[in-house]
C-alpha cells in the first residue's frame, strides 16, 4: 500500500514522529557509612563572661555614643601623669618657678582640650548640624583667652615660661596619644545586638 496515508494523517501533511522520551535513570543513592565516631553530647561552653561584656558595650555604645566624654578620665589621667614627671623633673632642675609653670601649662592643656570636648558634646548631642560651627566658636575663644594669658603674663615673673612652654608641649602630646588610644580601642556597634 504505498501512496495510502494513516488514519490520523491528513493528506499533504508530513508525518509525525512520537513524542521524545529521554530514557529514565535511577536516582543517585551515595553510599551510606555508619559515623566512626558518633557524637554523644556537644560540649558545653559557657558564654556568660562574654555576654555581659557584650552587653555593657552595647549600653555604653546606646547611651553616649559618638557624642561621649569617656575619653576624658584617661586624658586627664595621662596629662596629669606627664605633668607630675614633669614637675618633679623641673623642682630638681630649676625649683619653684619652674614647677608652677608646668602647673600652669599643663593646666592650659586640660582645660583647652576639655572645654572643647564638653562644648562639642552637647551641641552635637542636642543639634547635630551646628557641631562645625560650635567648635570653631569654641576654638576661637580659647585662643583669644590664652593670647591673653599669655601677653599677660610677664617673662620674668614668678612663672617660668620656657617650663611652661615644655608643659604645654608635652601635655599636648599625653592627651593627645590618650585619646587616639581610646578610640582606638572603643567598641561601639555599628548595628545594634539587640
Known amino acids: 500500500m504505498t ?6 494523517q491528513r493528506p499533504g501533511q508530513r508525518p509525525t514522529q ?10 543517585f543513592n551515595p553510599p551510606t557509612q555508619p559515623p ?12 556568660t563572661e562574654q555576654t555581659r561584656a557584650t552587653q555593657l558595650i552595647a549600653d555604653r555604645s546606646r547611651s553616649a555614643g559618638i557624642w561621649s566624654l569617656g ?12 605633668g607630675l614627671v614633669l614637675g618633679v623633673i623641673a623642682a630638681i632642675a630649676s625649683g619653684l618657678g619652674a614647677v608652677l609653670g608646668v602647673v600652669l601649662g599643663t593646666a592650659i592643656v586640660g582645660i583647652f582640650f576639655t572645654v572643647s ?9 542636642t543639634n ?17 583667652a590664652l593670647g591673653i594669658v599669655l601677653v599677660a603674663m610677664p617673662t620674668d615673673g614668678l612663672v617660668n ?5 615644655g608643659a604645654i608641649g608635652l601635655g ?4 593627645l596619644g590618650a585619646h587616639m588610644r581610646y578610640v582606638w580601642t572603643l567598641k561601639i556597634f555599628y548595628v545594634d545586638p539587640g
Not at 512520537?18 to 536516582?27: C, E, V
Not at 615660661?161 to 612652654?165: D, E, F, I, P
Open 3 to 8: 501512496g495510502e496515508t494513516p488514519p490520523t
Open 18 to 27: 512520537p513524542p521524545f522520551n529521554p530514557p529514565t535513570q535511577p536516582p
Open 36 to 47: 566512626v565516631n558518633p557524637p554523644t553530647q556537644p560540649p558545653v561552653v559557657d558564654l
Open 71 to 82: 575619653h576624658l578620665k584617661l586624658c586627664w589621667a595621662t596629662l596629669l601623669a606627664g
Open 117 to 125: 570636648a564638653v562644648v562639642i558634646a552637647h551641641v552635637g548631642s
Open 128 to 144: 547635630p548640624k551646628t557641631v562645625m560651627l560650635a567648635a570653631l566658636f569654641t576654638y576661637v575663644i580659647k585662643v583669644v
Open 161 to 165: 615660661t620656657r617650663w611652661m612652654a
Open 172 to 175: 599636648l602630646f599625653c592627651w
